[in-house]
């Protein structure tokens, strides 16, 4: 098997185990796919002797330094990371197809999850996990991370009660100014970006805060596409013309209001991280 690199290795915090060897890891089934290979179910046999579910990404193409060093990239931006509403990096494990150990979220991607349960899932349930992203955007924030690519599909969850942050394949560290100007190239998700974005490929958190946006949408209309089929030049016609995604049917006004916040055309209009946090924190939000 081929060795780790090294300068991941010395970036690794303390709170990540270094590297962990294959053999400490059996692959049951396959969860899904991800960008770059399957995704398994695994158990960790740690150095302490016990065992624990984990996820395993996989990398198949190891081949293809491009795939490669944005799987890489995406557990660097993990590392260090320590939230319990962000899915946490285990370790790295080579041998030879590179491996990168999560926690494992039981229930899976949410958007899956309410398109499956539907009718058992309430609007106290939603604003629940609305809640916990927000808390966990909030942490990356402060930790002067952005995401990048928030939406539905890019939420776990561990439990029934907790939601989780996940694939930071796109996420970047900001730089002095807080933010990220993107290379060319690339594949975007267009519907969740905001327009500075898109025009100027500016990431920060209040272009997080935009998809923040996207995806209570996502999760308040239960699951459907945003802008449904239209183009994503469509859809960003539509933003430079004013209009915005539509209430989706029994979304709580207030609820759609938060939305209206995170879609401001100017960053400094929308709310922040804290300030979202805040607003699903209110009691009389949370018993509209
Ligand atoms: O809906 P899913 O089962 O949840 O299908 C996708 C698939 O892998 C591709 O991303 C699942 N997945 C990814 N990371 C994890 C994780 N940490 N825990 C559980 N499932 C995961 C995701």
């Not at 290795?9 to 089934?29: A, G, H, T, W």
């Not at 969740?192 to 998809?211: G, K």
């Amino acid at each position: 098997s081929s060795p780790p690199p090294v300068p991941l290795k010395q970036s690794l915090e303390k709170n990540v185990e270094e590297f962990i060897p294959r053999e400490n890891l059996i692959l049951r089934d396959v969860l899904g796919e991800g960008e770059f290979g399957s995704v398994y179910k695994a158990i960790y046999q740690t150095k302490e002797g016990y065992e624990e579910e984990v996820a395993v990404k996989t990398l198949h193409d190891q081949n293809r330094t491009k795939n490669k060093d944005q799987f890489l990239k995406e557990v660097k931006v993990m590392v260090g990371l320590n939230h319990h509403c962000i899915v946490r990096l285990i370790g790295l494990s080579s041998g030879p197809e590179l491996l990168m150990v999560q926690e494992l979220a039981p229930l899976g991607s949410m958007l899956v999850y309410i398109l499956k349960h539907q009718n058992n899932i309430s609007v106290s349930d939603l604003k629940l996990w609305a809640w916990q992203i927000a808390c966990g955007m909030q942490y990356l924030a402060k930790q002067k991370r952005v995401h990048r690519d928030l939406a539905a599909r890019n939420i776990l969850l561990a439990s029934r009660n907790q939601a989780k942050v996940s694939d930071f394949g796109l996420s970047r560290r900001c730089d002095d100014r807080d933010y990220y100007t993107a290379s060319q190239g690339g594949r975007w998700p267009i519907k969740w970006y905001a327009p500075e974005s898109y025009n100027l490929a500016r990431f920060t958190s209040a272009s997080d805060v935009w998809s923040y946006g996207v995806t209570l949408w996502e999760m308040f209309s239960y699951g459907q596409q945003p802008y449904g089929e239209m183009r994503g030049q469509d859809a960003i016609d539509l933003v430079e013309k004013g209009e915005r995604l539509e209430r989706p049917d029994n979304c709580p006004i207030e609820v759609y209001q938060t939305m209206e916040r995170c879609w401001h055309y100017h960053e400094r209009d929308r709310p922040t991280f804290d300030q979202l946090v805040e607003t699903f924190t209110d009691t009389t939000y949370i018993n509209v």
